[in-house]
């Protein structure tokens, strides 16, 4: 069974809050429901960030989830566009 | 005049090419900030480390993607770099402008960026250089609402699709590449603005073999125009190039001297498959074998067209060499029709189970041509719903081993893996 929306949404944001580091790949918030297809977790992620809960931290080739408490600086990965 | 003494950087200005060295302090008179890129660069080549710093919460608001923060990691020195993010904004199809689109997109870069730009960036937008995040909101809003214009993809977006000009110039287009292009743009908004998969990914749509976005080296799924019938072909244009009375090539090499057109030594011996010869005058192709290379067509184009039935090849995985190196794309559907009557639903329904599968399997930052590599063309095709066919085999087997699945082989076979493994340990 696949988790609701609500539940969804809830995982996720305990997914980023409890994550050792603060940026996460989409394929992280894959197994908070292996129930539900990744497209409709990443648009469901992609939700989030416009409800505030995420936002996006991109290294210009690759784009990561995080909480924006956790999120401090500008600071850069390695990495290419 | 110069804010930084740039020897290094001045000798990239003494060759006879045009240097990007003299553009930016050609813009620098314009707008000082420049100064600063030339002065960090300078530093850069005297200390061999580079002082940019990527990555970062940049954007605009809704969108996950088309904006690529920078930042230099010497501020103090360099202020007029503190913030050089590049912004990518959609380019047109087969980047057709008016002087006045152009003039519109650079008097809005002078207004909120550096003013310099970069025509145009290899996944084919148009390339902003060098912007505070604070002006970020405004040229936004100018761009969408005063030009009509829109950002195109960063990150783990989809990326901006990009098309060779096609049937709007070119009489070798086999689909219309321009619509194909705009219909698939339009259609995937949401995967281009906010990101949509564990890395990149890019299409891109050249009309015929000769592959002028350079689809098969740079996209994950390059569709690629051709044809499955015959290479139409005009004998009496055949002889008047034999006569010289037609410049071979269009002409595009006519400033040499290469002496009389020899259509063995130019056309026949040059064919890669062999399947080209002449018999009473006339010449032949035996078209089954021919690899749709284009070669013979661009030497001769007023004699040899593609055939009429057309459509496009779809090839998978090419990616630059981050890791383990450049990749051309591989063939996986030969021939696919490609029509607007049905909003290019084939094309599509491709596309959409690739990214099902990929978005489960694929790693992290992992192109789905590695992805592709890692579990093997026959695993990739048995996803993707397609029947092995002679055009997959690149070569004849090196792999001596065949695998059966329980369905292939009549009375099929059963094996229970755990049990095996009760006896035998991995
Ligand atoms: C006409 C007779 C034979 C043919 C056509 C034949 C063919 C082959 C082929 C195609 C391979 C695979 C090579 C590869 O991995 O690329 C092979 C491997 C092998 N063959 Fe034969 N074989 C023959 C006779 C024999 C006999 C008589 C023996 C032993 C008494 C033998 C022992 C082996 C072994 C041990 C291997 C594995 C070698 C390895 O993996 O390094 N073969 N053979
Ligand atoms: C149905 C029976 C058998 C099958 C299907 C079979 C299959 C294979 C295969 C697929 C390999 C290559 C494995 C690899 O390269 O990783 C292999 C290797 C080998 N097999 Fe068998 N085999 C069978 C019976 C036997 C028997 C009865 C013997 C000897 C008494 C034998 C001796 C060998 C040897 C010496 C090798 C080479 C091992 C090596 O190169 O490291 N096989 N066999
Ligand atoms: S790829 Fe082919 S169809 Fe497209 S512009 Fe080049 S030659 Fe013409
Ligand atoms: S297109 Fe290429 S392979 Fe085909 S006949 Fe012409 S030269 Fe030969």
Redesign the interface.
């Given at each position: 069974m696949a988790l609701s929306d609500d539940e969804l949404k809830a995982a996720i944001i305990e997914k980023a809050k409890k994550a050792p580091k603060p940026q996460l790949?989409?394929?992280d918030f894959?197994k908070c429901d292996p129930d539900t297809?990744?497209?409709a977790i990443?648009n469901m992620a992609?939700l989030l960030?416009?409800e505030g809960e995420l936002?996006?931290?991109?290294?210009?080739?690759?784009?990561m989830y995080a909480r924006p408490d956790r999120?401090k600086n500008?600071?850069?990965?390695e990495?290419?566009? | 005049m110069a804010k930084h003494d740039t020897p290094l950087l001045d000798e990239l200005e003494s060759g006879p090419w045009p240097s990007f060295v003299s553009d930016i302090k050609r813009q620098a008179e314009k707008n000082p900030d420049c100064w600063d890129i030339l002065g960090q660069l300078e530093l850069s080549y005297k200390e061999k480390i580079t002082h940019w710093k990527h990555g970062g919460i940049v954007g605009v608001f809704g969108y996950g993607g088309g904006i690529v923060g920078r930042y230099s990691d010497l501020p103090k020195m360099f202020p007029g770099v503190e913030h050089f993010h590049t912004v990518r904004v959609n380019q047109p199809a087969s980047k057709y402008y008016s002087t006045e689109n152009l003039r519109g997109i650079c008097d809005l870069w002078e207004k909120h960026g550096s003013g310099m730009t970069n025509m145009h960036g290899s996944t084919g937008d148009m390339v902003l250089l060098g912007c505070r995040t604070e002006a970020l909101e405004p040229f936004f809003w100018d761009l969408t609402h005063g030009m009509g214009q829109d950002l195109g993809g960063s990150g783990s977006n989809l990326r901006t699709p990009a098309n060779c000009l096609g049937q709007s110039r070119c009489e070798w287009s086999c689909y219309d590449t321009e619509e194909t292009c705009h219909h698939l743009t339009m259609h995937y908004q949401d995967e281009i603005h906010r990101p949509a998969f564990p890395y990149k990914f890019k299409f891109k749509f050249s009309g015929c073999p000769n592959d002028c976005v350079a689809a098969i080296a740079r996209s994950d799924v390059a569709v690629i125009g051709t044809w499955r019938d015959d290479i139409r072909i005009d004998q009496a244009a055949v002889k008047e190039y034999v006569a010289g009375n037609f410049a071979s090539n269009g002409g595009s090499h006519a400033d040499g001297d290469w002496g009389a057109f020899d259509i063995q030594k130019e056309v026949i011996d040059l064919c890669p498959t062999e399947c080209m010869w002449m018999e009473g005058g006339e010449l032949k192709i035996d078209n089954a074998e021919c690899t749709r290379c284009m070669h013979c067509i661009n030497v001769l184009p007023r004699a040899l067209r593609p055939g009429a039935q057309q459509g496009a090849s779809i090839c998978v995985g090419a990616k630059a060499p981050i890791l383990d190196g450049a990749q051309f794309a591989t063939l996986i559907v030969p021939f696919m029709e490609i029509s607007a009557d049905n909003e290019f639903e084939n094309l599509i329904d491709f596309i959409e189970t690739i990214w099902d599968w990929w978005m489960e399997v694929g790693k992290n930052r992992e192109r789905v041509g590695e992805t592709m590599q890692r579990v093997g063309l026959p695993t990739f095709i048995k996803v993707m719903g397609i029947e092995p066919i002679p055009q997959h085999v690149r070569e004849p087997r090196s792999n001596p081993y065949v695998f059966w699945q329980d369905e292939e082989v009549p009375g099929g076979f059963e094996r229970d893996v755990q049990e095996f493994r009760k006896k035998h340990a991995a």
């Open positions: 790949y989409i394929k894959y297809k990744p497209r990443k992609n960030v416009r936002m996006f931290w991109s290294s210009g080739s690759t784009t999120i500008e600071e850069g990965d990495g290419v566009n | -």
